[in-house]
């Protein structure tokens, strides 16, 4: 039987029994550092701190390796390509941590450290970032050069190991006449480790996608201006890792244990002295594992303050609780849409983003998919419900992903971990409107926001990521996938068009109508995340 099938059977009011657990622990050190902790962009702290923005975090088993699990993590949102002559450096006073549990106490397991080192040879000479054509990453005339030391700690963070120390990072994207040949320089900037580990540090295109276009009087005013990719051509800095299961797996067996879940987190000195020098330690500024939760989930008074806890205070907070129990985007929907909103509490939201799904949590989807729970060897009485992006490493790749993950019957999508094609706004506002708790996609908002994939094609090889752009970032329409099924699920319903928007019999064969489907499935959710997206992507042109 398909997930799919199995996420329609549901318990009823068990899944209460977490959502008691969660709330009835109380509030406790969820403050930020006085020092002054940064975060994800959506939080009010992070805007003066891009360098350790993670503006998004993937986790997928490797399909060219599938004994292998990838980890992408994106830093710097909105990187405009031609933001020279400095371009976009990871900091090198910062630490980046991928954090891996696979026991369930919402504590890491395996922790993946990098820190950055830059080489600047350009001195009073010149302001160029190199200054002639770069044919391989040790050409002269690249003038600015980074490299990353990586330690590994198996026994949660008590002792570290240097694996690799002064591994290049591939540089920012100047343009053809700089770089004439940068699938060159990306390839030499793979770094290959004992053990099957292969790394990757440097810049790519921005993998996320979706369109919110929602400030132009939504979408136009008349609905016409859908189906466009907000962040098409834009780049970030992405650190890429692939390890065997075998390093993240508990016990080092992924037969018996092959749930995980994953997130990282940035680090910054305490106390950051102007013009160079720290003191005092350093202090999380940063914390990113399923998209969008801290956007759209956590209210406004505790996005920096979720940004500097760890997983195991998340269950120990019951506004944050609350917020997934009974969220507000459906609510947003049904006042502008008239679509209504699914009952409270959502232990359905609960199973997805703090226990992952599992029938052993007594909640309402009655399935097994990626919750540490189910690993073969975990105590049960450790377990700590938190917000982690989990994983189960048995699910087999599939030959033709589809991009709407779990919801539509595809095991190894979104939220079993996340690949690059996994369209989560799309996913997370069915899910949101309750198609993870009946097991159907919410018809009215099948078409989503008509951006159902990125602009570039990915790799089908490590790192998977397509090249950074050298044009002008923004504005680029997604193309279509042939042969796929961009919206499953049914049909749409006209009796839900957003009121106002009167349609025009112009011989369209309905496609004002349908736009306005489109907008029903991105609107309610558009205006939420509207302030945090613009802040969180258009930092860099305030900085440029």
């Given at each position: ?117 830059t080489v600047d040879k350009r001195g009073n000479n010149t302001f160029l970032y190199n200054n002639g054509p770069v044919t391989s990453l040790d050409d002269e005339n690249l003038l600015v050069r980074q490299m990353y030391t990586l330690e590994s700690s198996f026994n949660g963070g008590n002792s570290f190991k240097t694996r690799v120390t002064g591994a290049p990072v591939a540089p920012s994207r100047v343009g ?189 989807i009655k399935a097994d998919l990626n919750s540490q729970l189910n690993n073969a060897d975990v105590n049960p009485n450790r377990f700590v419900p938190s917000e982690q992006l989990r994983l189960n490493l048995s699910v087999p790749v599939t030959d033709q992903p589809n991009r709407l993950g779990v919801l539509a019957g595809d095991n190894q999508g979104f939220p079993n971990g996340r690949r690059l094609t996994d ?122």
């Open positions: 039987m398909s997930l799919r099938t199995r996420l329609s059977q549901r318990r009823g009011p068990a899944g209460l029994a977490v959502a008691a657990l969660l709330v009835g622990a109380g509030l406790y050190g969820l403050g930020p550092s006085t020092a002054g902790a940064s975060s994800h962009r959506e939080a009010p702290l992070i805007a003066a701190d891009p360098a350790v923005d993670n503006t998004d975090l993937y986790a997928f088993v490797s399909p060219d390796r599938q004994d292998y699990v990838t980890f992408v993590a994106n830093f710097i949102p909105f990187e405009e390509p031609n933001g020279g002559p400095n371009f976009y450096p990871f900091a090198t006073d910062a630490t980046y941590n991928i954090n891996v549990d696979n026991d369930g106490d919402a504590k890491p397991d395996s922790i993946f450290r990098f820190r950055f080192k053809n006449a700089s770089m004439p040949d940068y699938n060159t320089l990306r390839d030499q900037a793979i770094t290959q480790l004992p053990g099957g580990w292969q790394i990757f540090a440097g810049q790519a295109d921005d993998p996320f996608f979706l369109d919110l276009r929602i400030f132009d009087l939504l979408y136009g005013g008349d609905l016409s201006e859908t189906g466009t990719d907000t962040v098409a051509g834009y780049n970030v800095n992405t650190i890429v890792l692939q390890v065997p299961f075998k390093d993240v797996a508990l016990r080092g067996d992924a037969t018996r244990n092959p749930n995980i879940g994953i997130w990282t987190t940035t680090e910054r000195p305490r106390v950051r002295i102007t013009g160079g020098g720290s003191s005092g330690g350093r202090v999380q500024v940063s914390r990113l594992g399923n998209p969008l939760v801290n956007e759209v989930v956590v209210p406004a008074g505790l996005k920096d303050a979720f940004n500097a806890s760890r997983p195991d205070q998340d269950g120990k907070n019951p506004v944050v609780v609350k917020r997934v129990t009974d969220p507000e985007v459906p609510k947003l929907i049904q006042a502008i849409y008239n679509i209504p909103a699914p009952a409270t509490p959502r232990n359905d939201l609960v199973e997805i983003f703090l226990t992952g799904i599992t029938t052993k949590a007594g909640g309402p369209d989560v706004l799309d996913i997370e506002i069915q899910a949101l409107e309750g198609a993870a708790a009946t097991g159907q996609i919410v018809d009215a908002l099948a078409a989503g926001d008509k951006v159902d994939q990125n602009d570039q094609a990915f790799g089908d090889t490590f790192p998977y990521l397509a090249l950074p752009n050298t044009d002008k970032g923004g504005g680029a329409a997604a193309p279509a996938q042939p042969g796929t099924d961009q919206t499953p699920g049914g049909s749409p319903n006209p009796s839900l068009t957003p009121a106002g928007f009167q349609s025009q019999d112009d011989g369209s064969s309905g496609t004002v109508a349908a736009a306005a489907v489109g907008v029903a499935a991105t609107a309610g959710l558009g205006l939420l995340l509207a302030a945090w997206f613009w802040r969180r992507r258009s930092g860099k042109a305030a900085d440029a």
